[in-house]
């Protein structure tokens, strides 16, 4: 079982560009989510996905689009790309309900 | 809504010492559960141990365990026997289950960072 992966694991875009953040999870789980974390804070939600077709917004959805067009797969699409994009970005799937949620691995952004 | 506070930005431990990592919760759903994460400075959050709201007894994963206070809504995590592998950054988290617009959301903590001296 490969878990919760994610690509790439770093990348420096310029101010303006944009680029798709692509997550997988093999193992069945409905739920699928997308944070971001800051230097020195906790994690924050952008989006997140209760099953294929169905999406909704976190606490910080501004400046991305996701979707889930199956069970498996989740990507987190910025548009235009601004400094304060500038995170690193986890991906995190579980069943529900009060399961454990398992994390990728992260992907370091960052804006120049 | 709900929300987790972490009040001890760092805190140090002699290693084979025992540590207590603070943290409380607020939320108005009955039902919910609270989480405890490791992130070592590699990046990766690592789950530790789960607590449910209902459970009538406090959760224990091997050294770690977790003092589950419910009128005082703290959560604190106890790490028994401090080892050098322990120092890392620790998340409380917490997610409401028992419905509404919050469901299957976990909020986080701000983190504590953990520091075993030798």
């Known amino acids: 079982n490969a878990g919760v992966t994610q690509t790439p694991k770093f990348r420096i875009l310029k101010i303006g560009q944009s680029m798709t953040l692509q997550c997988a999870q093999d193992m069945n789980h409905n739920y699928m989510y997308w944070y971001r974390q800051d230097p020195g804070m906790g994690l924050k939600l952008i989006y997140y996905?209760?099953?294929?077709?169905?999406?909704d917004k976190g606490e910080v959805p501004n400046g991305y689009n996701v979707s889930r067009s199956t069970t498996e797969d989740f990507p987190l699409r910025l548009e235009l790309a601004a400094p304060s994009q500038t995170s690193v970005y986890f991906c995190a799937s579980d069943r529900g309900q009060g399961e454990t949620q398992y994390f990728g691995p992260g992907t370091r952004l960052l804006v120049l | 809504a709900q929300k987790i506070t972490q009040t001890q930005p760092g805190m140090f431990v002699q290693e084979k010492e025992a540590v207590t990592l603070d943290c409380t919760y607020d939320?108005?759903?009955?039902?919910?559960?609270l989480f405890w994460y490791k992130q070592p400075s590699s990046g990766e959050m690592i789950f530790l141990i789960y607590?449910?709201?209902?459970?009538?007894q406090n959760a224990t994963e091997g050294r770690y365990s977790l003092n589950f206070q419910k009128a005082r809504k703290s959560a604190n995590l106890v790490i028994s026997a401090s080892q050098l592998g322990d120092s890392a950054m620790y998340f409380c988290a917490m997610r409401e289950v028992g419905g509404g617009t919050s469901y299957g959301k976990l909020t986080f903590g701000q983190g504590t960072i953990l520091t075993v001296h030798p």
């Open positions: 996905s209760v099953g294929a077709g169905i999406t």
């Open positions: 939320t108005s759903d009955p039902s919910y559960g």
């Open positions: 607590q449910g709201s209902y459970d009538q």
